[in-house]
């Protein structure tokens, strides 16, 4: 069999500070609203993804976490096709970059996250974005690729960007101006530190495609936020990050997270993803600062239960002695503390005393630390692509 | 000393079903939109308040549920002096039944509940209609006294009708226009059952005072509630009652329920007032509902964790063993049902499947059944006042 064609990127997860909930459109994942996100590090949490054509190959294939998947995915097959109509319309347009002889190659893709799914992140951010970076790498696309990556899944289009993100909903309909823009690098704002905080799961909360399908169409909180709320927090929360104002930055996060879940709360049936763990969390966050007289912590929650912190380097190594009492781990087992390094803290009794909470025995798996990071990368060592020469994946589960 | 001249009245609990939560004058407690209620029969739920007079009473004095408390509060100080001015103003309108010779004489009172203030449930809107009701009575006041009540406690102004109550928001900087009127009288809709699911108190909820405080000043979502959703809710609200269409009379109990703890999460920092059990009893009632294709039961909850439910005398048998089945009450004692007798039904596996949640032992305390009943009553047998003919409670804790 001929050679293929190997090409393996990786992408970040992100985390929304002003949230997106409810699309305009379903098809073309047109949202109802702009929103900004922070692009975590890929060193503790990214997706891998190669991609590998080959005139060999008999069908387009997919294998995610080891397992394959079925190709015929819409949303999958939306960023397929609109790479290759991009890559065809460059080669229409004479640019000689463009291998023109793999355009007809069927794919194999795979992907892997160094993150355990039970983290209830949002993969398919960073899934998708991989994806449509590998794809385009690998059929010579270049240029603005967010809107590819936004109908595979709508906050993907944040991932393909590092540092701070927004989405500008736009307001065409055929969502040609509906794209990811980077308000600043990874590099602007070194002290901010980020925390995931995974509680232990529950329950599966309802999806948040279905689920912001309901919204839209049974919670009138859910419009007027949309139209009237956002565009000033848009605004406000750029210029907080641009100042690396981080009180300012951290009410309007703590803000914004608590709206969108009452938006949730106002939907038809109505949808909770926030549960007891999470509520502990909220009232740890605010007491903390008020003890403090300042806000140092805050907390977001997208569509499940577990927190993400943001706070500054200087506060982190108490912080987390904080949630470690008020959450005291599992002792048999298990690693409470992944990804960077946190000194330790003595933790007063004052605070303790201040906070005041009982404390919820096993209510957070553990903790990931980390920072704000760059958008997608080129993997150059081939080693370290997960498609062998033969165009199947080295590891299945 | 003078042989005091003594009234006791009775007066009820109200449940709102769209809810008021925001005052745009705190002083005279008007609210940001108008509600409406069901009044709870008081043969379960109830507040009995005795008034007394006399020429020998050296000061004004209160006892509440067997306690002196403070005379000098300042709501109550609030219907004492309008009850006081409108005997005065009729008087000197020359009306000839009024008891002219009582005005210039200091009062007791003492009032008691019928219910466990355990219950969570308001209890200042019975209290304070009771009070004012038992005032009017001693001093020869009549007509409209729910401006008056609403001084004490907004809720308070719609627990002086019986059945369904609105309380009319007004527009009026002096709040003359801000009163209750009855809808329809308790013995319209004669099918309609109210149960109170009395959740095991994990902790006390932020005041409803404080809580609407912080609400209105940072919650963009209560400013839109009021302005744009309330009006068209009351409309539609009033007509389901008046149809006596219970679908949507629940659907839109259990939406307007909803959006008031939405608004409360949009608080900052936001206010919690669904724990969860309330969670269970939520998802309870709409599973139920979906497995029987219909709308046969509604919740509502107020501040706190306790859920009212509204059904139809025909399916109280059934879903209290609903209750009963997710909620296993504890075995050792205590009685779970309380108020009005509900026949034994069966429970089939079907509908436990279909409903399929993880029980939660010990979640509800108990079950108060009731109906709606009528407005605040005069207690004519004399044996049954609370203050003796020394003006002193007959029996104090």
Not at 57 to 70: A, S, T
Not at 72 to 87: D, G, K, N, V, W
Not at 191 to 220: C, D, F, H, N, Y
Not at 263 to 277: A, E, M, R, W
Request: with cysteine; charged share 20%.
């Amino acid at each position: 069999m001929d050679k293929p064609n190997i090409v393996t990127c990786t992408a970040p997860v992100n985390i929304a500070v002003i949230k997106y909930w409810g699309k305009r459109d379903e098809e073309l994942i047109l949202p109802i609203n702009s929103s900004l996100s922070v692009t975590l590090h890929q060193e503790q949490l990214k997706t891998t993804t190669t991609v590998a054509t080959s005139r060999s190959f008999q069908e387009d294939r997919i294998w995610l976490n080891g397992k394959e998947e079925d190709i015929t995915h819409p949303r999958l097959q939306s960023c397929l096709r609109e790479i290759r109509r991009l890559a065809r319309k460059r080669r229409g347009d004479g640019d000689p970059s463009v291998d023109s002889t793999g355009l007809s190659h069927k794919v194999h893709i795979c992907s892997v996250n160094n993150f355990p799914t039970a983290a209830g992140l949002a993969s398919s951010a960073a899934g998708f974005a991989c994806l449509v970076y590998t794809l385009a790498r690998v059929f010579g696309v270049e240029g603005e690729l967010s809107g590819i990556a936004r109908q595979g899944s709508g906050s993907a289009c944040r991932s393909m960007y590092g540092g701070f993100v927004q989405w500008i909903m736009g307001k065409k309909d055929d969502g040609k101006d509906s794209l990811a823009q980077q308000v600043e690098p990874e590099t602007h704002w070194p002290e901010l530190r980020i925390l995931v905080l995974v509680a232990s799961a529950e329950r599966k909360p309802v999806g948040s495609t279905s689920g912001m399908q309901t919204s839209v169409q049974t919670s009138s909180l859910l419009k007027h936020r949309a139209e009237s709320v956002v565009p000033g927090r848009m605004v406000e929360m750029i210029e907080a990050v641009q100042r690396k104002d981080f009180a300012a930055f951290a009410e309007l996060t703590m803000k914004d997270s608590n709206q969108f879940h009452a938006t949730c709360l106002d939907t038809y049936p109505p949808i909770f993803y926030l549960n007891s763990v999470s509520q502990q969390v909220i009232s740890l966050v605010h007491r903390y600062n008020r003890h403090y007289g300042e806000t140092r912590v805050a907390y977001t929650f997208d569509a499940g239960p577990n927190a993400v912190i943001f706070t500054l380097q200087q506060h982190v190594p108490e912080f987390v002695q904080v949630v470690q009492h008020f959450f005291p781990p599992e002792t048999n087992g298990g690693q409470f503390f992944k990804g960077l390094p946190v000194n330790h803290a003595a933790l007063s009794e004052e605070l303790k005393q201040a906070i005041g909470l009982e404390p919820m025995p096993k209510g957070i798996s553990y903790i990931i630390s980390t920072k704000a990071g760059p958008g997608p990368c080129v993997v150059e060592d081939p080693t370290l692509h997960l498609l062998g020469s033969t165009g199947l994946p080295k590891n299945t589960v």
